[in-house]
């Protein structure tokens, strides 16, 4: 063509639709040369990419898995994007549908695989590191349970670790190291923790929010149902405000080793430092991990003369005043029940 008909050819207006359909053609076919699907499988959906690793042993790698077919075109893809050098360590996981841009973008933005876990309110502390351990995600670097080694990790100035993280479910990338979560989860019970005790109730018969938070936890394994949870803080601050034994079964269960599921009057008068039975004060410790819920019930305990409080059998509980109205509400609901 010459250059006369060439440049007719891109400024006369009679050739519009012919520049257009060239346009058109050229952005089609570079779609199609480098905007292309990824191969997910089974097998090849997740993968890592190992520190130090380069573009071409990352491409050779995919092209191996079967995840690209045509290794230029992907690593053309990466010059024209200029991300040739942003390669990022990490667990990936590729989905079906994804293309050529997405696979370029998780890896050169670390997008890496989240995994979760979840501690569940009620947990006692070793019940909670064990989930750490039976989860393969995460780095393992404590060998056992060994609590005054776990509160050094975590720069914790405590006698005990039990309580002392939230129960909820955290999301993590694999290779997390265990105290590195158990560290996430100690801040976020130590941020609900001053939350609550900033909106707290007053006169309240706690030193400090560590003693609420024990209260918390005894709420905690007493309640099922949470819109009971401020009746129960109700009781027990009423009977700490009168010296009155908590008599909670949880605690005396606390400091049974091996707990068959039975609670015996024998065990209600072996004296242990969590037994509310035999002594009158709290608890020297948490029993359990807390939610948000027992915390602010703790905090703020509902207005009323209850002193006692019996299981009905549904899950729920019948409140009383007086121990006379406690005897007629533990022969209606437990002895009659036997």
Not at 20 to 40: G, T
Not at 97 to 118: C, F, K, P
Not at 141 to 167: C, H, M, P, R, W
């Amino acid at each position: 063509m010459s250059k006369n008909k060439y440049l007719k050819f891109l400024f006369n207006k009679h050739y519009v639709f012919h520049r257009i359909v060239i346009v058109l053609a050229i952005i089609f076919l570079s779609i199609h040369l480098l905007f292309f699907q990824i191969n997910v499988t089974d097998s090849n959906q997740d993968f890592e990419i190992p520190e130090g690793s380069n573009l071409n042993k990352v491409i050779t790698e995919f092209h191996k898995q079967e995840l690209i077919s045509s290794p230029w075109r992907f690593k053309l893809l990466f010059y024209i994007t200029g991300n040739q050098n942003n390669i990022k360590k990490g667990s990936y996981r590729i989905k079906n549908g994804d293309n050529s841009v997405d696979l370029i973008r998780m890896i050169t933005q670390g997008l890496e695989t989240t995994h979760a876990i979840t501690f569940v309110e009620g947990q006692t502390i070793q019940q909670v590191f064990q989930t750490i351990q039976d989860n393969p995600y995460i780095k393992k670097t404590l060998d056992e349970f060994n609590e005054a080694k776990i509160l050094q990790e975590l720069s914790i100035d405590a006698k005990s670790l039990e309580g002392l993280v939230y129960a909820d479910t955290y999301y993590f990338i694999k290779n997390t190291t265990d105290v590195a979560l158990l560290k996430m989860a100690h801040q976020h019970l130590d941020r609900k923790l001053k939350l609550a005790w900033n909106h707290r109730s007053t006169n309240l018969p706690y030193n400090d929010s560590y003693e609420a938070l024990i209260m918390a936890s005894i709420i905690e394994k007493e309640v099922t149902f949470y819109d009971e949870a401020s009746m129960v803080s109700g009781v027990f601050v009423n009977r700490l405000n009168i010296g009155m034994p908590l008599q909670s079964d949880p605690t005396v269960i606390y400091g049974i080793k091996k707990f068959d599921g039975n609670i015996r009057k024998n065990d209600l008068r072996k004296d242990h430092p969590h037994n509310t039975y035999t002594r009158k004060e709290l608890p020297p410790t948490p029993i359990c991990i807390v939610s948000y819920q027992s915390i602010n019930a703790a905090l703020n305990p509902a207005n009323t003369k209850a002193l006692y409080f019996v299981a009905m059998g549904n899950h729920r509980h019948k409140f009383s005043e007086t121990l006379s109205e406690h005897n007629e509400a533990v022969n209606l609901y437990q002895r009659n029940n036997k």
